[in-house]
Structures are given as C-alpha cells and as structure tokens.
C-alpha cells in the first residue's frame, strides 16, 4: 500500500521534550490522543525524536537508554500500537545524531531491521555529522530508503536534511516520504537568534521559505516546513522562543494546513488549554490539508503584508485563505481574478464554522493583526 497518501499527522516530542523524552512521556501522549480527541481527528503517528538512544551493542544494534526506556522500545511501540496508534523513531545519516548520540551512518541495514522489528511506522532521518554534500545526500538517504524498503515493514520515511540539497528535487527517488524544506522552527513569530544562528520563527518558514515548492507537493511526498509549535506559548524544554499569541498560532496552523504540510504537533497534548485543543482539533481546516487532491496551497497575490492564499481541492472546491501579516486588523478583499477563479461559489468560513456567502466575483472579511480568515469556496453549478 503506497504511504503517507494526505500529509501525516502526529505528534514528535523535541519541539516540547527535547532530551528529556521518555516512555512514560510517549504513554501519556498516546493515551492523551484518545481522550483528547486527537486520534479521532485524524493524528496517528507517535515519534520519538533524538536522545532515545542507549548506545550501540557488541551485535552491532541500537538499543535505549535504560533509564528512560526501562522495557525496552518493542514495549513502547506495542503501547502506542494497542491504542489504535502509530509509532515512529528518529536516527541520523551520519555518524551521530544532531544530540551526538550513535547514529545510523554505514549501520543503515541492522538499524532499519531493529527498527522493524521494534513496531516502527514512522523514521525521521537527521543531517548531523554527515558530509554536507548532494551526492553523499542522495546516497546516504537512498541506503536507509532501500534498507527500510527491504525490512517489508510499511514505514513512512521523513528526510530532514533542512533543504541544505534541495530534497524536493530526489527525496521521492530514494524512497522519502516528506522531506523538510527548511532549518528549525523556533516557538515564536519572527527569527529567533540562538548561539548556532538562527531559530526560524512562523512568518518566515510558512510565507517566506515555501515559495515556488507547491509542484514537488503529492500524495505520498510532502514538503515539509518543520513541526508545529502551536500552544507551545514558551514553555518548551528545548526550542527558543517566548512563545506567541493564541491568533498567531491560529495563523500557523491555517498556513500548515494550506501549505499541505506534514502535522506533527509539538506541544504537551496531555496538558493542552482550550484554545490549544481548538485550534489543534478544527476539523474543517484539517480537512483543508487532508484533502486527497493532495496540492499544496501557494499565495496567488499580495498587496503590503496582505495575502491572499489559494489552494485546489477535489471536486473543483478551493481553500482561500486571507493573511494579515501586519500589526493592524484590516479588510481584505479577495477577488476572483486574484485567485484565477470564474463562476459562482457558496463560502464557508472554517474557523467561524459557519456558510457565510455566496459570490460569483469576490470575498472580503475583517483579518486580525498576524491573524487570518481561512474559507471554503464550494462551486455551485
Ligand atoms: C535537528 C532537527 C530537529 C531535531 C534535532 C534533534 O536539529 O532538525 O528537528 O530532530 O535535530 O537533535
């Protein structure tokens, strides 16, 4: 069965955790999924990110920290999987991992088969302390793309080699899934500085850094502008950030959402507030991003910090969403020839959760500061 055929959904547990992730963390997630809600909105996958590791055994396979993973890593996945779950894991292609643990560098074949035999669904594959060239890129990430493929297990194979060698362009070839477009996001609106350089803050990675990506979007390969750090509000182990407004995060969610992104929520889903949970678990907008079509949305015009988003769904609908990246709400008016659009549509505010309209030449509505308005536009005839 071909993967990954809507953008995956899921939780990852640096943007929160960071070094301090452990299995009871992951079973508090896992049971916070069912009762949240989120497994019935469509979340799924489970992964562990870096610092899960042990070391390496004399039979040459990683094994776990003991401390953090007292049972074992089958034991973990067997509890993810016995809530109607899915569980991923995270290793590097060099020789080691970004935390400097052991990584997967010339051990691709015995990693991949561990991690088959563990329950793994899901691998994210790191870039740290690996030669920083295309060739060595395609190769290294086609080795674990092939040793993956040769388990006969279903894994969902995430590049993340931060679009240091343009992945969009040969990530499908080497059997990636997604591949992330972009260096780290940060737990803010704009830049973060950090002593390495830079945490990207939302406003760059999702209206900057995506630009011209749309055409290596599909079903089965995404691009992938990192995870989400909604309702992180600062209060991450590991990421900068002080965090940002409950409007922004909305904004972040919507612009992932019409990016066609990967959805890997980043927070503490076990201890979410009420606007958190809302904005996590809108429905309609993350029917938005599933839509099977499976096309990246891309903004298809702009005046100042305003702009307009466009993005096709099946049966002729489209998502439009409406920007405001400046500091004063405004009125923003969207007009057919803007989107390249003719003919008359029933719109649906999806946040409102209301049909608000019907048009055959324009919308407008009121967009908050760094807020947005995110539609339905559903042709009716
Ligand atoms: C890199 C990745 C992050 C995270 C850390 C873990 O920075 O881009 O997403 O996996 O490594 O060390």
Known sequence: MPLALTPPMGWNSWNMFGATVNADVIIQVADAFVSAGLKDAGYQYIVIDDHWQGGRGEDGKLFPGAQKFPDGM?????????????????????????????????????DARTFAEWGVDYLKYDWCHAEDTRANAEYRYRRMGEALKATGREIVY??????????????????????????????????????????????????????????????????????????????????AGAGCTDIEYRTHFSLWCMLAAPLMIGCDVAHMDIATHEI????????????????????????????????????KAVGVALFNRGDKKCTVRAHWSDLGLNGRYRIRDLWLHKDIDFSDCEVSAEVPAHGCVVLKLQPMD
């Open 74 to 110: 089958k034991a973990v996945a067997d509890a993810v999987h016995a809530r109607g779950l899915k569980f991923g894991i995270y290793s590097d292609a060099g020789t080691k991992t970004c935390g400097g643990r052991p990584a997967s560098q010339d051990y691709e074949e015995i």
């Open 158 to 239: 995430s590049i993340c080699e931060w679009g240091h060698h343009n992945p969009w362009l040969w990530g499908m070839q080497v059997g990636g899934n997604l591949w992330r477009t972009t260096g780290d996001i940060g737990d803010a609106w704009k830049d973060v500085a950090v002593p390495w350089g830079w945490l990207y803050g939302i406003e760059s990675i999702g209206f900057e850094q995506q630009r011209g990506l749309e055409q290596y979007a599909g079903p089965g390969h995404w691009n992938d502008p990192d995870m989400l750090v909604v309702g992180l509000k600062g209060s991450s182990r590991e990421i």
């Open 280 to 315: 996590l678990l809108n429905r309609e907008v993350i029917a938005l991003n599933q839509d099977r079509l499976g096309r990246q949305g891309f903004r298809a015009c702009r005046s100042g910090l305003v702009e307009i988003w466009k993005k096709p769904l099946a049966e």
